[in-house]
């Protein structure tokens, strides 16, 4: 009561001071709207959304104002917070706190609304109108149904059809189809990555068939190779990588398994709404099986700080933020991410419709779990007993059992006790972040009845590698912990185990989500709850889960994902999307060069039960794909750019691509598919930048040095040099478009890597013949699927004898097949 009367007297000469209230009967829409509109509204847009007030809804002006309570006190300016804090009162904020204050007369003209009794008439004439950057409503092209427009006459090819018509009203002729040679080089390139052999082009050349071409198509997706050229496509937009990122940046050992899981998805050609849902949300399908579950692993990708003293609340956030970003990039095309500390600035994207995406992924657990290979069962469960007896007695030995119940008593009791003893709490923060899978805190509070055998071996593991945190190094030493570490891991890596796979499963403890107060997740606001873009159709289930978010993806009323899905397959084949900017559909991104073909595309893409392999086949058949890629001076002023579609593109190939050809080519390749992660050799150095030199390069040995370039692992502080040279993402996050920059590294690099040297060596080798001008062509019908003109073959021969007077013969034939390798033509898909 006192402290009541105490601000009583303190704020009572303030209220004094208040401008006085108008003398007239005062209109909402005509007097109090302008005030919220032109000041308040405009200065706290964000932020009312941010903490749920807003001034131009009546519900929340009078019940969510400041604190909870109610903003105005109808018929009592004086006591009305909004007053108090447009007037500047001592101990309020100020508002607005930034830019122009309301004048005198304005604030008095809303104390005369409040005194009146705030009339409000809603659904009257008198309801305000809806503020600007809150529409129910879009006429942006992207946000339209997508609806299925007539295919133009003229063409017996769909595609060709509405290119050509649009050529036709630019005056513009299409150029003609490639030789065959070059058409069978860019459509191997396309579809699975790799060169044709000479085996392959001899008999497409002898094929006089009308349906030639179309049979080498069927047989390429029907490749087991196409699965691995097109998941890197989409592993770019996943940000996959074999490391965590951040400082320390771990290896992910067994990162690989949803690269895996994605490889033979698009082999089977899983249609895509089916791809899109097992990603998003597979683990909460009924029945769900390791497949199903593994798939999930798209959102594992996310990047894990294991710094010391990191708030692990903080990177729980970061993740959130990461995964809906990622989410709405991928499959919306939208850069829904720069909401996340307020209104996107251009698209008409809330802050809230951020917070109620990321609200899908706030129960997200992270979970490793056994997802075997094909063999792996049978020698596992022939070992296992074995295993198990000869680790329970080294633990026994070592006293594991007898120590490790005290050590999670006081694990808990450091957790319960922050600051009591700061050794314990080191030891607890490391529990939290070196743990395999990040699992120590559930599994350390789980009964221990209740663990399974996989979560008492990784708390158990932890233990004995990490002890020293909480009783430091002498009494580790003493316990000969470090020798019971090394026998524990000489154990495993002596006994067949089963494959693991990162994945996701959702939380049995609902977490509440709140909107994050410019962007910081130690300021929250509202809650909020699951659901999507307040622009597009809504889910109408009333508890959406992830699944139901996945199934509203690839529906029908989102009319999105299938343009956006469309877009990027169609900028594959063509250097660039008929939306250029593939990654950004909003106001801000470009539009489509032929929009009646994207919708098209789009409709037909989703009636042919959403096939990847479909669309494919109707795209590189097209002659609008088959044309020669020749510059035109006719139209290279009009359309430098070939928006038009006039002729085909010359696309320097991927980083990745560009080693696969020169294995291939070398006879070099192995061309297993799937499995781990490989190390080739890299440049000395490389690895040292790492922090703490704690990035270790154990080059793999035999075969697995050349394998293709997808299944080089991937250190995303100290990427693979090659891959970096020639423009291969950071996959830190999402990217839906590599960039093609030209530069000496790059030349220096297939000059001098040894990847490029041994190939060379290799190509040499494998052409050898008695004449020489049947050598030098059987090495550019590997390299360049052509032979040499009399001119090439020449100058070459010339460059030989130069060479074979240097080093001798043999090095001789080495220079010549360096010389190809480093072609223009060889390193670009024409």
């Given amino acids: 009561m006192r402290g009541f009367l105490f601000i009583l007297v303190w704020i009572a ?32 847009g964000p932020a009312a959304q941010q903490s749920g007030f807003r001034l131009d809804e009546r519900a929340s002006l009078m019940k969510g104002g400041y604190s909870g309570k109610s903003a105005i006190v109808p018929g009592d300016s004086a006591a009305s917070p909004l007053i108090q804090r447009v007037a500047g009162m001592p101990g309020v904020t100020a508002m607005p706190p930034v830019g122009q204050r309301l004048s005198a007369e304005q604030v008095g003209v809303l104390r005369a609304w409040i005194d009146q009794g705030a009339a409000w008439i809603e659904g009257s004439s008198e309801a305000p109108a809806p503020v600007p950057g809150s529409p129910v409503g879009s006429k942006h092209w992207a946000f339209q149904p997508i609806r299925k427009p007539q295919v133009p006459a003229g063409e017996p090819h769909p595609i060709d059809a509405f290119v050509r018509e649009r050529l036709r009203k630019e005056r513009i002729t299409p150029s003609g189809e490639a030789t065959k040679n070059l058409l069978l080089r860019r459509v191997s390139l396309d579809l699975i990555g ?6 392959e082009l001899a008999e497409f050349l002898a094929d006089t068939r009308p349906d030639a071409y179309d049979r080498q198509v069927d047989r390429l997706l029907g490749s087991p190779h196409y699965g691995e050229k097109w998941a890197r496509h989409w592993l770019d937009q996943a940000r996959y990588a074999d490391s965590d990122g951040y400082e320390k940046d771990w ?11 994605v490889i033979n998805a698009l082999n089977r050609d899983l249609p895509f709404d089916r791809f ?6 597979g683990d909460l399908e009924p029945g769900a099986a390791v497949e199903e579950k593994v ?55 809330k802050q809230k419709d951020f917070y109620r995406l990321g609200a899908f992924f706030d129960n997200i657990e992270e979970t490793d779990i056994d997802a075997p290979m094909p063999g792996e069962m049978g020698p596992w469960i022939a070992g296992r007993a074995e295993y198990r007896t000869k680790r329970d007695a080294l633990l026994k030995e070592y006293r594991v059992p007898e120590l490790q119940p005290g050590w999670e008593k006081d694990m808990l009791r450091a957790r319960a006790h922050p600051g009591e003893r700061t050794d314990w709490d080191l030891a607890w923060d490391c529990l939290l972040k070196l743990t395999e899978g990040g699992d120590g805190e559930k599994i350390m509070r789980k009964d221990a009845a209740k663990r399974t055998q996989r979560d008492q071996d990784v708390l158990t593991d932890h233990f004995v590698r990490n002890y020293h945190f909480a009783v430091g190094q002498t009494k580790y030493k003493e316990l000969k912990f470090d020798e019971l570490d090394k026998k524990l891991r000489d154990l495993y890596a002596a006994y067949p185990q089963l494959t693991q796979a990162m994945t996701v499963a959702e939380s049995e403890t609902p977490h509440a989500t709140h909107l994050a107060i410019r962007g910081d997740y130690k300021n929250p606001g509202i809650e909020v709850q699951p659901g999507v873009l307040e622009i597009l159709q809504q889910i109408e289930t009333a508890h959406p889960t992830r699944l139901d978010l996945a199934r509203w993806l690839v529906s029908r009323e989102n009319p999105l ?3 956006v899905a469309v877009n990027r397959i169609w900028q594959e084949f063509f250097g660039q999307g008929l939306v250029k900017t593939s990654e950004d559909f909003g106001t801000q991104g470009d539009r489509p060069t032929h929009p009646e073909m994207l919708d098209w595309l789009a409709s037909e893409f989703m009636e042919g039960g959403w096939s990847l392999k479909r669309l494919q086949r109707l795209i590189v058949t097209s002659a609008t794909y088959r044309q020669s890629s020749e510059m035109r001076p006719d ?11 006039a002729r085909q593109a010359r696309l320097r190939l991927p980083a990745e691509l560009i080693r696969d050809s020169a294995l291939e080519v070398s006879g070099l390749l192995y061309p297993v598919i799937g499995g781990p992660s490989v190390r080739p050799p890299q440049p000395k150095g490389v ?45 830190t996050v999402t990217v839906c478009r590599r960039l093609r920059s030209n530069t000496p590294l790059q030349a220096l690099n297939l000059l001098n890597d040894p990847v490029f040297i041994e190939a060379a060596v290799a190509l040499a080798e494998r052409s050898q013949d008695s004449d020489f001008t049947r050598t030098m062509n059987r090495m550019s019908r590997l390299a360049l699927a052509r032979d040499l003109s009399d001119g090439e073959t020449r100058r070459l021969h010339s460059y030989f004898d130069e060479e074979r007077a240097k080093f001798g013969e043999r090095a001789a034939w080495t220079s010549i097949a360096s010389v190809l390798l480093n072609l223009d033509e060889f390193i670009v898909r024409e």
């Fill in 13 to 44: 000469p303030a209220l004094a001071q208040l401008p006085p209230a108008a003398g007239r009967q005062v209109n909402f829409r005509r007097d109090i709207e302008p005030i919220f509109r032109a000041s308040c509204i405009a200065c706290h």
């Fill in 194 to 199: 790799l060169p044709p052999t000479p085996e």
């Fill in 251 to 261: 290896s992910r050992p067994y990162a690989w398994r949803y690269r895996e899981w």
């Fill in 276 to 281: 899109t849902i097992a990603q998003i949300g």
């Fill in 295 to 349: 798939a999930t692993g798209f959102h594992r990708n996310t990047l894990t700080n294991r710094e010391g003293g990191i708030s692990n609340e903080q990177f729980r956030f970061e993740n959130l933020v990461d995964r809906a970003s990622t989410v709405g990039t991928v499959w919306l095309g939208l850069t829904v991410g720069c909401a996340q500390c307020h209104d996107h600035k251009y698209d008409p994207i």
């Fill in 561 to 563: 994902t299938a343009r």
């Fill in 635 to 645: 139209v290279e002023s009009r359309d430098p750019a070939n928006l038009l579609l």
């Fill in 687 to 731: 690895a040292e930048l790492g922090y703490a030199n704690g990035v270790k390069w154990e080059e793999s040995t035999g075969k697995d040095r050349f394998r293709r370039g997808l299944y080089i692992h991937f250190q995303r502080t100290t990427p693979y040099p090659l891959l970096s040279n020639f423009d291969s993402p950071k996959s």
